[in-house]
């Protein structure tokens, strides 16, 4: 009798199982997992916070303050490897959404159990909007995005809710797990208290005014949290942090995670897709659009549309909002049979696809070479640089974009792409080794200069050296090679 009880609640949970087993199959290591991890373990061994830079030969000399508004995962993601080995990533990936899911669940229960269909369906999309998942901060962002929802929709629907004030403390450890994105905690809150002040009736949209112990709530809320996230090793510099990102025009248009969305990219058209069934039942139910829908709604198309990055937060956002107005549908058996079938399969089907994602980012005798050549003024593509940082290679760049957008970054992207007087650029930077990726401009410049040589060419890597500088090791471990 219990079991049919809870029929519904055990469908949901299976499908929730099945789909992140699914994002298992295209988990993979991101350039940014490498230098994350190298943080951690540093940081760790040496009994502080990083907030200068440590891995850059270029930027040592500087000494640049380092917003490392990221330390907290860091630190944990270290110490997880310590018991999980090269397990790790996938670990953070599986658990990390396996939370997320039942958060979204659990928090939104007597909604998506009045639609099974719709949220059959809804779970099982959500896996085009995290392919190819990479172990990094915003996963746990993402787990604290779906708490702040549920924190403020349970006031605006009970005034007598306290619930709110746990807010401010998941703001705390935000900040130091993902502080870039910690501030949609404090635009949230607002968003909601705005609001609040609102009472009218026209066309689709619907706004119905808060009490004055709600507003007072999310008033109190609102400066406890901006005080909570400068409870951090950056203190305010946190609250500005992700501004001064956003507003990095170069940055944001050279790299792909921060570009905007495009008819002509794939990630534009599975935004779309999620518009598109978001939309649906927001414009076929009979219920007006509530006023703070209506906002949200507008704020996270706006951010999916001005960054790729955000699109994950708008299917947690559209969560919270869409089951406001999805319709009642009769659950039938035979559907519920055979979904479970269809999701027991997908469950087995990952289970016996799964395997651990390659972690070599640079071919082993790339690194081998390096370690015993230790370059004073090694070039790196980008994309190499926290692979490289993970063997203990100083790099000229590497992931951490926003460190190095007021000192080299352009410079890099103008050699890469030979833009401008790039000679110059050669000239004032004098490397003696060049770890390239093909396909650049640069790599087709290195190649056909008597200026440089190959030492070692494999798959889509090349290691150039300048003529001028002697290399004994790797002349020797060619010639072994040959």
């Not at 172990?135 to 787990?143: D, E, G, H, K, Q």
């Amino acid at each position: 009798m219990k079991i049919k009880k809870y029929r519904k609640e055990l469908f949901i949970v299976l499908i929730i199982f099945a789909t992140t087993s699914l994002l298992m199959l295209t988990a993979r290591f991101g350039n940014d997992f490498f230098w994350h991890l190298k943080s951690g373990e540093y940081m760790i061994r040496n009994h502080l916070i990083l907030r200068t830079d440590v891995f850059s030969w270029y930027l040592k000399s500087f000494h640049p303050l380092w917003i490392s508004h990221e330390w907290l995962f860091e630190v944990l993601l270290y110490q997880s490897s310590l018991f999980l080995g090269d397990a790790t990533g996938v670990v953070w990936i599986f658990l990390s959404f396996l939370l997320l899911f039942f958060i979204l669940f659990f928090t939104n229960r007597k909604k998506m159990l009045q639609n099974i269909y719709y949220t059959f369906f809804w779970f099982l999309a959500s896996i085009i909007f995290v392919l190819n998942t990479t172990p990094r901060p915003f996963l746990v962002s993402n787990i604290f995005l779906a708490i702040t929802f549920y924190l403020l929709y349970d006031l605006k629907e009970n005034e007598n809710s306290k619930k709110i004030y746990i807010l401010p403390l998941f703001a705390i450890l935000w900040a130091n797990i993902h502080g870039g994105s910690s501030n949609l905690s404090y635009i949230l809150i607002f968003v909601f208290y705005f609001c609040s002040h609102f009472e009218f009736n026209k066309g689709k949209v619907i706004a119905k005014e808060g009490t004055k112990l709600q507003k007072r709530k999310y008033l109190f809320a609102f400066f406890l949290t901006i005080f909570a996230i400068c409870i951090n090793p950056h203190t305010w510099r946190m609250l500005l942090y992700p501004y001064q990102n956003m507003h990095d025009i170069y940055m944001i248009s050279t790299i792909s995670e921060w570009r905007s969305l495009s008819l002509n990219d794939t990630s534009s058209l599975v935004y779309l897709f999620l518009l598109v069934i978001s939309f649906i039942p927001l414009l076929f139910s009979s219920k007006k659009i509530d006023l703070t829908d209506f906002i949200l709604i507008c704020m996270f198309v706006f951010l999916g549309f001005k960054s790729v990055r955000f699109c994950p937060l708008s299917y947690i956002a559209f969560t919270y909002i869409v089951f406001n107005y999805v319709g009642k549908k009769n659950f039938s058996s035979v559907f519920s049979t055979a979904m479970a079938v269809f999701s027991c399969i997908l469950i087995l089907i990952s289970i016996g696809s799964f395997q651990l994602p390659k972690k070599e980012k640079v071919d082993s005798q790339f690194i081998q070479i390096l370690k015993e050549e230790k370059p004073k003024r090694l070039y790196n593509s980008y994309d190499y640089g926290g692979y490289l940082i993970y063997f203990d290679i100083p790099v000229f760049i590497d992931g951490r974009a926003d460190l190095y957008s007021q000192y080299n970054y352009q410079d890099y992207y103008n050699l890469s792409y030979l833009n401008g007087n790039y000679l110059s650029i050669l000239n004032k930077y004098k490397f003696d080794y060049f770890l390239v990726e093909k396909g650049y401009p640069i790599t087709y410049y290195l190649k056909n200069n008597d200026h440089y040589e190959v030492l070692l060419e494999r798959g889509k890597t090349i290691l150039f050296k300048t003529k001028e500088k002697s290399d004994s090791f790797a002349l020797n471990y060619l010639m072994n090679l040959k």
